[in-house]
């Protein structure tokens, strides 16, 4: 594509972001495909690496599929509305506290936009009742309003032909099909107790919706869909996909609020086909 503004990148930082193990992922897409479909959206990471002219996106989170839509069809107005905000605590939680539900689509998106950037760690985390609940993150100078960037991400979004979709990732792939790709980025499972965190919306994301995944992950492969998936280094994610080709990465977690602690994780990469862009390497070979 020819562009006529920067590359667009994610806009917000998410818990599990794939901006660490990108490069790994862009090496293992196939050669050739049609429609990309992303289901589990976040950041975006992978989709502004490739920019597919022909893309289905989604996401279960409102606040951020409204960021989207805002984004790409009414940019010049979010950006104006991002610049009145302050980098102040007292106005930090008085922001916090609007029901988003109550806001117009703009100040919707700036709202989430901005708690973002400004809270503790870039974390997105709501309660049980499905409120935003992280405190205030005290930087010194964050870039609420990165303009250049918000407008290569609208132009991308209108000038592609990319399909946005609110809710379940079963809705997002019900069009997926022959020589497809189908990348699946869930919320990770934990490779522990205390690292056990999937509240980007309220409910989260079980053991049971993983094994779920698992089989939509089958049935994308009997359609014939190139599909690609990463997750946790964990006993259960291998023995769920062990018909599958299992490759180990390393990367960095850097919403973990213990710096010390955010390096040295292991991911998987997994695949049901083989012949890709690049070389690969680290094959997992089973236990």
Same mark, same amino acid.
């Given at each position: 594509?020819?562009?006529?503004?920067?590359?667009?990148?994610?806009? !917000? #930082?998410?818990?599990?972001?794939?901006?660490?193990?990108?490069?790994?992922?862009?090496?293992?897409?196939?050669?050739?495909?049609?429609? *990309?479909?992303?289901?589990?959206?976040?950041?975006? +990471? $992978?989709?502004?690496?490739?920019l /597919?002219?022909?893309? @289905?996106?989604? %996401?279960?989170n409102?606040?951020?599929?409204?960021?989207?839509?805002?984004?790409?069809?009414?940019?010049?107005?979010?950006?104006?509305?991002?610049?009145?905000?302050?980098?102040?605590? %007292? *106005?930090?939680?008085?922001?916090?506290?609007? %029901?988003?539900?109550?806001?117009?689509?703009v100040?919707? +998106?700036?709202?989430?936009?901005?708690?973002?950037?400004?809270?503790?760690?870039?974390?997105?985390?709501?309660?049980?009742?499905?409120m935003?609940?992280?405190?205030?993150?005290?930087?010194?100078?964050? #870039?609420?309003?990165?303009?250049?960037?918000?407008? +290569? !991400?609208?132009?991308? $979004?209108?000038?592609?032909?990319?399909?946005? !979709?609110?809710? %379940?990732?079963?809705?997002?792939?019900?069009?997926?099909?022959?020589?497809?790709?189908?990348? $699946?980025?869930?919320?990770?499972? /934990?490779?522990?107790?205390?690292?056990?965190?999937?509240?980007?919306v309220?409910?989260?994301?079980?053991?049971?919706d993983?094994?779920?995944?698992?089989? @939509?992950?089958?049935?994308?492969?009997?359609r014939?869909? *190139?599909?690609m $998936?990463? =997750?946790?280094?964990?006993?259960?994610? #291998?023995?769920?996909?062990?018909?599958?080709?299992?490759? @180990?990465?390393?990367? =960095?977690r850097?919403?973990?609020?213990? +710096? =010390?602690?955010?390096?040295? *994780?292991?991911?998987?990469?997994?695949?049901?086909?083989?012949?890709? #862009?690049?070389?690969?390497?680290?094959?997992?070979?089973?236990?």
């Open positions: 594509m020819k562009r006529s503004v920067p590359k667009p990148r994610p806009f !917000v #930082k998410w818990a599990g972001g794939k901006r660490q193990i990108v490069s790994h992922l862009i090496s293992r897409i196939p050669k050739e495909f049609g429609t *990309y479909y992303e289901p589990f959206l976040g950041g975006g +990471a $992978l989709l502004f690496e490739i /597919p002219e022909r893309a @289905v996106v989604g %996401d279960v409102e606040e951020l599929i409204n960021a989207y839509l805002v984004i790409r069809d009414r940019v010049e107005e979010l950006i104006s509305d991002l610049k009145k905000h302050r980098n102040e605590r %007292d *106005y930090y939680y008085r922001i916090r506290s609007l %029901d988003p539900k109550s806001l117009d689509p100040r919707r +998106a700036s709202r989430f936009i901005y708690l973002n950037k400004t809270c503790y760690n870039g974390l997105w985390r709501v309660n049980s009742r499905g935003f609940n992280v405190p205030f993150g005290r930087y010194k100078n964050p #870039k609420i309003c990165d303009e250049e960037n918000l407008r +290569a !991400v609208s132009e991308y $979004l209108r000038s592609s032909d990319v399909r946005i !979709v609110l809710g %379940d990732y079963r809705e997002t792939l019900k069009t997926a099909g022959e020589g497809d790709f189908v990348y $699946l980025d869930p919320p990770y499972a /934990p490779v522990s107790e205390t690292s056990r965190f999937t509240e980007y309220s409910g989260g994301f079980s053991e049971e993983q094994i779920k995944l698992a089989e @939509v992950f089958r049935d994308l492969d009997r014939g869909c *190139y599909v $998936l990463s =997750n946790s280094d964990t006993p259960l994610v #291998k023995e769920l996909y062990r018909d599958y080709l299992i490759e @180990v990465v390393e990367a =960095n850097f919403i973990n609020r213990v +710096a =010390n602690r955010r390096r040295g *994780y292991r991911e998987l990469i997994i695949r049901n086909y083989e012949e890709v #862009k690049a070389s690969v390497r680290e094959v997992y070979q089973g236990p």
